[in-house]
């Protein structure tokens, strides 16, 4: 198993930028496929951006391409989201997932096996 903690959530005015953090524990962090997710108060969880075993692939949700990017250090057991021109329509809990299957990065929050508890992210407008 793996434990995954989310930090660098916050209070942005729309236009503005932060860099969430997600630091894994446990199981060695490069054999899982990463993906950051999102939930706002009374919608489904939405996958945002994932990224591959080695960061050799990557792929993002088409509301946020050229916004948001996804990086991942394996030497620190650690997946980033780097946010930048935030809107009010990205406030939401984000959360990071782990998947330890081989194949492509997915979008369905089911078919990740571990969850962090998620960082709040507020953008004024």
């Known amino acids: 198993q793996v434990q995954l903690v989310e930090s660098g959530g916050g209070l942005v005015q729309a236009g503005g930028s932060l860099k969430l953090s997600c630091a894994a524990s446990?199981?060695?962090?490069?054999?899982?496929?990463m993906g950051w997710f999102r939930q706002a108060p009374g919608k489904e969880r939405e996958f945002v951006a994932g990224?591959?075993?080695?960061?050799?692939?990557?792929y993002y949700t088409d509301s946020v391409k050229g916004r948001f990017t996804i990086s991942r250090d394996n030497a620190k057991s650690t997946v980033y989201l780097q946010m930048s021109s935030l809107k009010p329509e990205d406030t939401a809990v984000y959360y990071c997932?782990?998947?330890?299957?081989?194949?492509?990065?997915?979008?369905?929050?089911?078919?990740?096996?571990?969850w962090g508890q998620g960082t709040q992210v507020t953008v004024s407008s």
């Open positions: 446990g199981r060695t962090f490069s054999m899982y496929a």
């Open positions: 997932a782990a998947d330890p299957r081989v194949g492509r990065i997915t979008i369905i929050p089911r078919e990740y096996d571990y």
């Open positions: 990224i591959s075993r080695s960061g050799g692939s990557i």
